[in-house]
């Protein structure tokens, strides 16, 4: 009977189809629907409405990113990728000069309200922290506690004191200071089709895509800094 129920499981197996995601398909869905959301478009629509519309998908991208890189750092008990985040942050400008994003300025990360995305990897640490900060609360060092502030996507990362900052994310406490990184300043001279990171004047292939969900959440972000204007002046019409 033993022999019989695994024949069959290995026939189930073989019939069901299992959907692994292409990230040039997906980056293809993504960008159809910003193209039929797009201004150029429908004009007729209420722009607000498109425009909230796209937004909400680049905050539930947010989320699912946030979610899925703890629960495989963790789950895994070690670091699943180097850089769960990872976007290059210099690329050239059309004349072939160095895009820069790093601006030396700060601003405040709130737990209670802000995304946040952490690389937490270690399941003991991970219970430590928990622990420690439901107890004590949150407690910002400033030489322990790293992170950027995505402008322009309205986004934060850890890049040091992973476990104690998801904790603050989780508890949904705590604030501490982040770097602001101008991605905007990125969006006129990099794109990418969910496979590379591209060069919008050259062409030319920048660095691979780590997680295609980033390079769609950029695209999106891309295409509403892009558009932010046209809204506003549309709407004001």
Known sequence: MKK???LIRRKLRRKQKIYVPSPS?????????????????????????RMLFLRFLADMIKVDIMSDTSLSGLLGDARSKKDS???????????????????????????????????????????????????????????NHYAHYYDGMDLFYVYNGNHH?????????????????????????ME?????????????????VEDFRVAILYELCRFLNQNEEKCVTNDTE
């Open 25 to 49: 398909l997906e980056m293809k869905k993504i960008m159809s629907e910003i193209k039929n959301l797009s201004l150029r478009k429908n004009q007729g629509e209420d722009i607000t409405k």
């Open 85 to 143: 985040l990872y976007i290059p942050l210099e690329c050239r400008d059309q004349d072939g000069n160095k895009v820069d994003v790093f601006t030396n300025q700060k601003r405040e990360l709130d737990f209670e309200k802000d995304y946040v995305i952490t690389n937490v990897w270690n399941k003991d640490r991970m219970a430590a922290a928990l622990k420690n900060v439901q107890k004590n609360g949150f407690v910002y060092e400033e030489k």
């Open 4 to 6: 019989i129920a695994e």
């Open 192 to 208: 990418t089709d969910g496979e590379y990171w591209i060069s919008t004047h050259t062409g030319e292939k920048i660095d691979t």
């Open 165 to 189: 900052t998801q904790a603050a994310s989780y508890f949904k406490t705590g604030k501490m200071t982040a770097e602001i990184c101008n991605m905007r300043v990125l969006f006129e001279h």
